[in-house]
RNA sequence: GCGCCCGUAGCUCAGUUGGAUAGAGCAACGGAUUUCUAAUCCGUAGGUCACAGGUUCGAAUCCUGUCGGGCGUACCA
């Protein structure tokens, strides 16, 4: 089902294409005449309006009502009715506003026919699916996902799911730091403290054992102490060095530690995933290691089209366009003077991967927005070296910091990042006190559940409902208010209409029938046909939200829709309606909770729930 | 220095290639409740969209400058 406002886009400017077309192409050699359709500002409006019309007469230097008042009479004209079975008559407006309100049988028809599509609600695909390659959430192996880590976690996530909904086919990357000099402290450390302490303990050489593995709580823990001995240590640091080498080289022992270091901290991150409603798997994963192997052939490529220089020692690419402090050309440096390879080398190597063997038509990395330039410069390499064509998309999408109540970014009190474990932890934990707050009367099982859904959903929903471009500070106080655009709110609308109809079955009426049976739709009520309108709408939030990569759109339409079944809730007796009115009752609570549903559990990944 | 992002109500934030009288929530004030879950709803009040110019039928949005903040800027990721 196409989406009202794309019906009406395309036709509209179709027409505004005739009336203008030889006019503009003379003035201006512009093809296509958007009719911009927006929905209104102003209920008073109508529900759309065209707000093309406006450009278009300075395009063509004539007077913008007239020009409406054109297009208006061609839209209407017997030939060509290109408006009648959607909406009313147009109205022009102010300076030369079209005006368009919706056909009440519109309105029944859609709603009738969202209802009948359970699994997609009606919702449009991609005319022509593309192979997306989305990169997100790239945790470094070795220390514990840590607040750092959650935006691209989560909002990758949830682009993932818009656009595979739109049926495109996506390949997700998570693209973790498993590989790196810091593993060399930790191989050491594993060996010479935790391996044989323990040995020497077994054997009753040594009676002193800290630490065996089994003690190690966690990689944080690992991280730490291995830090913290090669910092006091100077013997150790140089044993470090050697795990280093033994690994790059490929060494059995070095690489067994390694793996046992990756599967404790994959372990870890999995756990984090499935708390977080992630669809991470192990099989996405392709980290620093897979592509270790590809970085010398991707320097020597780069030489060989005569693109990587020497300087300064280090092997380097100058993009055009680039400049450092003093305004010289600044370098992509793809290898160190010592020989290592970096971060960019890797992304290089990442881009001829997915072009070459996933076979992206575009290719999305989620990341803040500090790494912008980085991202900009890799991918104008890329691009010299001839490894993505020119229609293949590269696009950063980035996100601003979370910050803490003070402003600045989430630390703990000691200055150490925030974990995400702990961070969930306490937002179950608070959610958990209000659910024994609100109804204590619950199972110990359902309260577990509610807390659980509440608490994780409060602090993705809050995540997802700020504009992702921009800071914004944590508060739990603030995500978990039962106020306000909420997950709790949310959660909330859908457990009222789940209500709603649990109580309908217990009268003894049959909910699921009455739907289905359902052919007219009577829509007396201001705040009906308000939820109603707003109901067939939901496409239109789902491909805003997918087109900007901005899940805020999404939550704003939910909040919207939630705020309106509220009003309707208020103003509309369900179960007790007259029988002329019930069964559109019935229907609108039903597709309120199928769109809230889907929004939040299948496009946000956050959990309902039956009742709180 | 240069580059990118940001500055909107007391607070936290929306604001869709420039569109009609700039919107929510919180906090404040006033109303609705023998409830289909009030974890709600309705209303009132609150603004020099940092500042100054410019572009035009029209600017929070685009351009220039100023002030304030954040981030980046040769071997971290």
């Known amino acids: 089902m196409q989406s009202v406002l794309n019906i009406l886009e395309a036709r509209i400017s179709e027409v505004m294409g005739e009336v203008s077309g030889q006019a503009l192409r003379q003035c201006s050699g512009q093809a296509g005449c958007p009719a911009l359709v927006r929905p209104a500002t102003d209920a008073r409006f109508g529900d759309y309006q065209v707000n093309g019309v406006m450009p278009l007469a300075k395009q ?60 997609r609600l009606g919702l449009e695909k991609a005319e022509k699916p593309k192979t997306v390659v989305v990169d997100f959430s790239g945790p470094n192996i070795a220390k514990q996902m840590h607040v750092g880590h959650l935006r691209s976690t989560i909002i990758g996530d949830c682009i993932c799911r818009l656009l595979e909904l739109q049926g495109h086919k996506v390949i997700r990357q998570n693209h973790i730091g498993d590989w790196g000099t810091q593993f060399g402290m930790l191989i050491n450390y594993l060996v010479n403290v935790v391996y044989i302490d323990a040995a020497m303990k077994a054997t009753g050489l040594s009676t002193k054992t800290e630490y065996d593995l089994s003690s190690l709580r966690d990689t944080e823990e690992l991280y730490r102490k291995a830090q913290e001995r090669n910092k006091t240590d100077k013997s150790f640091a140089d044993v ?190 608070r959610a958990r006190k209000v659910v024994e707050e609100k109804n204590p009367g619950l199972s110990e099982d359902e309260k577990k559940k509610i807390a659980n859904a509440v608490g994780i959903g409060a602090v993705k929903y809050a995540d997802y409902t700020n504009n992702r471009t921009s800071d914004y500070i944590f508060s739990f106080d603030k995500m978990l208010a039962m106020e306000g655009n909420t997950a709790p709110y949310m959660q909330y609308a859908y457990a009222r209409v789940r209500s709603i109809q649990r109580k309908g079955r217990d009268k003894g009426i049959e909910v699921d029938k009455e739907i289905a049976q359902s052919q007219s739709i009577s829509l007396t009520e201001p705040s009906e046909l308000d939820l109603a309108k707003h109901l067939i709408r939901y496409g239109e939030a789902v491909s805003s939200s997918a087109g900007d990569y901005r899940p805020n759109y999404l939550t704003a339409y939910l909040y919207d829709l939630a705020q309106k079944f509220s009003s309707f809730y208020n103003d509309c007796p369900v179960l007790d309606a007259s029988s002329d009115k019930r069964p559109t009752r019935l229907l609108l609570c039903d597709l309120t909770a199928k769109t809230i549903e889907h929004g939040l559990h299948n496009l946000l990944g956050i959990e309902v729930i039956e009742q709180m």
């Open 60 to 119: 063509l230097k004539t007077n913008p009502r007239k020009l409406a008042e054109q297009i208006v009479a061609k839209l209407n004209s017997a030939t060509a009715d290109k408006l009648s079975d959607i909406c009313e008559s147009p109205e022009i407006a102010g300076p030369g506003f079209i005006n368009l309100r919706l056909k009440p049988e519109l309105i029944a028809a859609n709603l009738l026919q969202i209802s009948k599509d359970a699994d």
């Open 240 to 429: 470090s060095r050697y795990w280093v080498v033994q690994l790059q080289n490929g060494d059995e022992q070095a690489k067994r530690y390694w793996e046992k270091i990756v599967s404790l901290s994959l372990s870890e991150s999995k756990e984090i995933y499935e708390r977080l409603g992630v669809l991470l798997t192990e099989s996405d994963i392709r980290g620093e290691s897979f592509y270790n192997p590809k970085l010398p052939g991707v320097v020597a490529e780069l030489k060989k089209k005569g693109l990587a220089v020497e300087s300064e020692g280090a092997v380097c690419v100058f993009p055009e366009g680039f400049k450092d402090k003093e305004g010289k050309p600044l370098p992509v440096i793809v290898q160190k003077s010592d020989g290592a390879y970096l971060y960019a080398t890797t992304d290089l190597a990442a881009i001829r991967y997915r072009v070459g063997e996933l076979k992206a038509d575009k290719i999305i990395y989620v990341t803040d927005a500090r790494q912008g330039l980085h991202f900009e410069m890799v991918f104008a390499v890329a691009r010299m070296a001839g490894w993505v064509k020119p229609q293949t998309e590269l696009v950063h999408v980035t996100f601003g910091s979370v910050l803490g109540e003070d402003g600045k970014p989430l630390k703990t009190r000691s200055g150490e990042n925030v974990k995400l474990k702990e961070l969930l932890d306490e937002a179950v934990e």
